[in-house]
Structure formats: structure tokens, C-alpha cells
């Protein structure tokens, strides 16, 4: 589907936008690796292309599900895809699932020898998003692991990325890989909007034996979208599969990744969005536990690529701290980090929920940095600060889209500067206006209208990872930016050099140039 203009659809669960999640951080300082560089080893392409069945089970599909309430549980608000030549349609996969151990206690740099363990039977969900018609369908399909910090599925990469989704025409899948998502638990926040809580009947089918297994349900449902497409994508053939993951979900993609991976050979690369400095457990069974090691990099011998994307509240925020583990870039790894930018944010607690790709989200977004809010979903959390209304959604597109000329091409993006830490490791070099320097950068750091910053947010339940806006004084507008014309041409100027880095896609920086313009600064 090419065009970008869609409407919003009834909110289905505004908690399920609240998908983060502080991971326990420990006091590991080891310093974080140098400047990121990237080697002169010529990738294979293209890399992307249809596993060897032999490697995974392909589960049993059923569906499309009707039952119950009639529609898929599943926030936060969708969108009428109707309106794009979308279609959204839920299934049930089944099989037997297997959890994996090791040997040996896992490494720091990521290159485990996993092996299976134990099998168990089960029966999971999968929400799928495509195209209606098969001519608008670019061949990509990105499988996306839910995030259940909030007590129940929430798909985050699908609110930061879906207009890039949508207006190239792939399809997205949504995996209910662990068992909160369908029993409950964890936080109280959505219990009542966990899978069997919030439609008994629908999900009546459903047995999770437990998150020891979710890395196979993971490669399972992979499967089912290379080898029953003509029930998953509705006959049409994918070309390249992405796995991807934010948060809480990112930590389990990391043992994927170094892991299973390995073994499975289902995915044509990695989106790791919001990691921390070590993985999720492989095993979690009392008798064999096997901890993932503080720090957890990412093993670079997988020969698919992993873009590890980070804010400035994965790299130093507590609990997560993922400078430990930052790694130089590779041909096949690739690390990119944001200034001005939270783990969630005004985008994806509530604009990016309405966003139709007509720029009025843009324009909202560009206003949230003078007038900020500081609670989210109609005050269900209310933070002590305004929060962060960074350019995250925006840069994390970009990401998506070069994660995908990659695994189809071989060709990895360019090298992106990392974010500049203090000597301690825990916070910032920060310019005169408090902003972080470093980073791949944009217009909203480098012709700011507010500080932006992932750290300083205080407040109840997930708030102090929604980092912090505090917009500038009409007096430091007007020494900035003396008349308006002298602000637009400035932004555009940096929106230019933020397209050519690769950091800004063109259609995106069309929407921003529309909005400055649009805008009274400097006026």
C-alpha cells in the first residue's frame, strides 16, 4: 500500500501503550566500548530468503478467529486498515514448543551453544496486517514480539513504525510469545485485558506452559508465516521476514538472537529496540536456570543483521544501562542512538495512536515540544514532568527501513556516531541548552525549540522512562531564531543532512518541513 493516509480506529485498551519495562540493573561498571566502526567484511547478498523447513516445526494454524467478542484483543488503538487497503485478521497456531539450556554459563559475547531441552504443548496467537490486495504487498513481513510489561499484549514497534509499515506495503505480525499476554500477571496495570481475562470465550483455546518456551512459539510462529502463507498473508508470498522487539521485548531478542537464532534460521534480521545491557533468561526452570551474563552483547557470526536501536534512557537509565554492552558496528551488527529521545514518549503513549499519515500527528508531535504533557491516556499515569516529544517515531522508521534494504540487499547502512557519555558512563556531554550531544541527529536537537532528554522523569508506575520536555522561554526562542524565516531555514537545513545520514526518511522529513513552516516560532 503506497499512500500514507489512514484513520483511527476505536480505542481498544489505552494501558497496552504502556509497554516498558525497567529490567534489574546491576553494578557492573564496566566501561562501554569506544566509538563504533565498521568492518571491511563483504556480507553475502542478498542475505533475506526462506529458511530450510527442516530447522523449525511449522505450527498448525487456525483461523481467521471469529469467535467471542468478534475482534482481536489487542492495544493500543488500531487503526480502520479498511481504509488503506488494509486488513487485520487473528489466528491460533499450536504445536509442541520446546525450551532450550546450555551447557556452559552463557558469555558476554553472545556466542551461545544453546540446546533444546524440553517440549510442552501449546496454543498461542498471532494479529496480522496486510495488504488486501497482493499487488500492494512489498514481499515484507515484519513479525514483532509483543510486550507484556503492562499485564497484556501491547505492540510498540507497530505504534513508532506503522506508517512505514503501511505506506510500503508490508505486512505485520503480532506473536503472543510469553504467558502473561494470555494468563496475566506482572503488573496490575492491564490484567483485565490479558487474552483469557479479557474474552474468555474467544481465547478459551489458548495453553502457554510457560516463557521457558516463548523463544520457540517465536520461531513457530516465523515458520507459519514462510510455510502457510496461503493462510497467514491470505495466499501471498512473503519475501523477507524481520523479527522485532521493544523493551522488555528487546531483552528477549537479545537471547533470541544468540541463542536460537542460530539454530532456528527463521528471520532475515533483527530489530532490537530498546534493549538493556544483558538478555532474558534462557531457562528459568529452578533446577536449571541458565541467567543471561551482565553484560549481553550481541554475537556478530549470525550472518543476518541486528540493528540494536537505542534512546537515552536504554543507555543509561535505571535499570537498564545498555552502555555496558554497546559493541562496534559490523557487517552484520549495527548500533544506532538517538538524542532528545525516551524509551516511550508523547508519540507512543498517545499521538502515534491517532496517527493517519496526513502530518496532522507530525504537527500534534511538533506542538507537544512547546506545550508538552505530563500525564498520558486521560490521566491513568500522571508523571511529575512533562514528558519527552522527541523525534524517536521518526528516526526508528528509518531504522525499520534500513534493517529491510539490508537483509534484501546485503548493503549495511552507513556507521552512525554513538551518543556522547560523561567519564562516569551514566549520563551525558550535554550542550548549552542541556541537550545530549552526539547521537544521530536531527532537527529537533540541533534547531530546538525545547530540551529534550530520556533521564529526570519522576512520577507514578513507568514514568521514569518517559524522560522529560522542558520548552524554551520566549526569550531563548527569539535570541535563537530572531524572525521565523530564520527558523525554518535553519530546520530545513538540518532535515536536510538528517535525510542524507540516513537518519530521516524523505517522506517524513516532508510532513516536518510542512510543519515548521506551518508553525509560529520565530514569529
Not at 101 to 113: C, F, I, N, R, V
Request: charged share 15%; hydrophobic share 40%; proline share 7%.
Amino acid at each position: 500500500m503506497k499512500s500514507s493516509k489512514f484513520r483511527p480506529l476505536v480505542v481498544i485498551a489505552c494501558l497496552a501503550a504502556v509497554s516498558v519495562m525497567a529490567a534489574g540493573c546491576s553494578s557492573n561498571e564496566d566501561e562501554a566500548a569506544s566509538s563504533s566502526t565498521t568492518t571491511t567484511e563483504k556480507p553475502v547478498a542478498p542475505l533475506a530468503g526462506p529458511p530450510e523447513p527442516t530447522k523449525v516445526a511449522t505450527p498448525a494454524v487456525e483461523g481467521p478467529i471469529t469467535t467471542g467478542s468478534g475482534q482481536a484483543v489487542l492495544g493500543p488503538p488500531k487503526f480502520d486498515l479498511s481504509t488503506v487497503g488494509y486488513t487485520q485478521e487473528e489466528f491460533f497456531i499450536s504445536g509442541d514448543a520446546t525450551s532450550y539450556t546450555s551447557a556452559q554459563p552463557l558469555s558476554e559475547d553472545g556466542k551461545w551453544s544453546a540446546t533444546p531441552d524440553t517440549s510442552a504443548p501449546y496454543t498461542s496467537r498471532i494479529v496480522v496486517r496486510r495488504p488486501a490486495n497482493e499487488a500492494d504487498f512489498d514481499g515484507t513481513v515484519v513479525v514483532e514480539w509483543l510486550n507484556v510489561s503492562g499485564g497484556l499484549d501491547a505492540d510498540p514497534d507497530w505504534t513508532y513504525t506503522h506508517t512505514e509499515i503501511i505506506r510500503s506495503g508490508s505486512a505485520w505480525v503480532g506473536v503472543s510469545a510469553q504467558r502473561v499476554g494470555i494468563y496475566g500477571g506482572g503488573s496490575s496495570l492491564g490484567a483485565s485485558l490479558a487474552l483469557k481475562n479479557a474474552d474468555p470465550v474467544r481465547y478459551e483455546p489458548l495453553v502457554h506452559p510457560g516463557d521457558d518456551y516463548s523463544y520457540d512459539i517465536f520461531s513457530q510462529a516465523g515458520a507459519a508465516v514462510w510455510f502457510d502463507a496461503l493462510k497467514v498473508l491470505g495466499g501471498f508470498e512473503p519475501t523477507t521476514v524481520l523479527a522485532a522487539g521493544e523493551s522488555q521485548s528487546a531483552f528477549r531478542l537479545t537471547t533470541y538472537v544468540n541463542a536460537i537464532a542460530p539454530l532456528a534460521d527463521v528471520y532475515d534480521g533483527y530489530l532490537v529496540h530498546s534493549r538493556a545491557a544483558k538478555g532474558a533468561p534462557l531457562a528459568t526452570e529452578p533446577a536449571t536456570p541458565v541467567p543471561a551474563p551482565d553484560p549481553t552483547l550481541s554475537r556478530t557470526d549470525l550472518k543476518v543483521p541486528v540493528l540494536v536501536f537505542s534512546s537515552e534512557t536504554d543507555l543509561v537509565g535505571a535499570g537498564l544501562g545498555y552502555a555496558r554492552a554497546r559493541q562496534p558496528d559490523t557487517a552484520f551488527f549495527a548500533g544506532w542512538e538517538v538524542p532528545g529521545t525516551a524509551h516511550a514518549d508523547a508519540y507512543s503513549l498517545g499521538i502515534g495512536d491517532k496517527d493517519d499519515g496526513s502530518g496532522v500527528a507530525d504537527a500534534e508531535l511538533f506542538a507537544a515540544m512547546s506545550t508538552p504533557p505530563a500525564s498520558v491516556y486521560f490521566g491513568i499515569i500522571n508523571c511529575s514532568s512533562p514528558i519527552n516529544a522527541g523525534p524517536h517515531t521518526y528516526v526508528v522508521r528509518s531504522a525499520l527501513a534500513a534493517l529491510r534494504t539490508w537483509a534484501i540487499t546485503g548493503q549495511a547502512p552507513a556507521a552512525m556516531p554513538q551518543l556522547d557519555l560523561d567519564t562516569a558512563q551514566t549520563n551525558y556531554v550535554r550542550n548549552e541548552f542541556g541537550i545530549a550531544e552526539g547521537g544521530i541527529r536531527t532537527p529537533q536537537v540541533d534547531v530546538p525549540i525545547a530540551t529534550l532528554s530520556g533521564l529526570g522523569q519522576e512520577g507514578q508506575s513507568f514514568c521514569g522512562l518517559f524522560g522529560t520536555t522542558v520548552p524554551f522561554t520566549a526569550e531563548q526562542l527569539a535570541a535563537q531564531y530572531p524572525d521565523h524565516q530564520s527558523f525554518v531555514t535553519a530546520w530545513n537545513t538540518s532535515l536536510d543532512a538528517s535525510v542524507k545520514a540516513g537518519a530521516i526518511l524523505q517522506d517524513d522529513a516532508d510532513q516536518l518541513r510542512t510543519v515548521a513552516a506551518n508553525s509560529a516560532i520565530g514569529g
